[in-house]
């Protein structure tokens, strides 16, 4: 079991920055590819939430989605069991629930980027609200 705890939301003004982190705990997450997702208000909770950003295991290959690059870095640091967001040049349309998810490696293969499927462990997620 991989347990992750997001951290670092919070209300910013349009143009602003933030930096995201998730906290693993109960394994190595060396053995897993990260990602981040995130929810808009008003969606439904039971609909997929909206890819972010992922890295992989080793942190060779990264991916973003199409309205965050330039603006959005995800690094990590198997070290201290850490994945970082760190978002620049924030705008209102970010504004979301974040969530941190783990992507256990072995299963994965050589799939890349992985499938929102492959997500095998989440975080309860952290606020980020950004005003205009």
């Known amino acids: 079991q991989v347990q992750l705890v997001e951290s670092g939301g919070g209300l910013v003004q349009d143009g602003g920055s933030l930096r995201l982190s998730c906290q693993a705990s109960?394994?190595?997450?060396?053995?897993?590819?990260m990602g981040w997702f995130r929810q808009a208000p008003g969606k439904d909770p039971g609909t997929q939430r909206e890819?972010?950003?992922?890295?992989?295991?080793?942190?060779?290959?990264?991916l973003y989605t199409d309205s965050v690059k330039g603006r959005f870095t995800i690094s990590r640091d198997n070290a201290k069991n850490l994945v970082y967001l760190e978002m620049n040049s924030l705008k209102p349309e970010d504004t979301a629930v974040y969530y941190c998810?783990?992507?256990?490696?072995?299963?994965?293969?050589?799939?890349?980027?992985?499938?929102?499927?492959?997500?095998?462990?989440w975080g309860q997620g952290t606020q980020v609200t950004v005003s205009s």
């Open positions: 890819f972010v950003a992922a890295i992989s295991w080793n942190g060779d290959n990264t």
């Open positions: 998810a783990a992507a256990f490696q072995f299963h994965l293969g050589n799939m890349w980027p992985p499938s929102y499927e492959s997500y095998d462990y």
């Open positions: 109960g394994r190595a997450i060396s053995s897993y590819a």
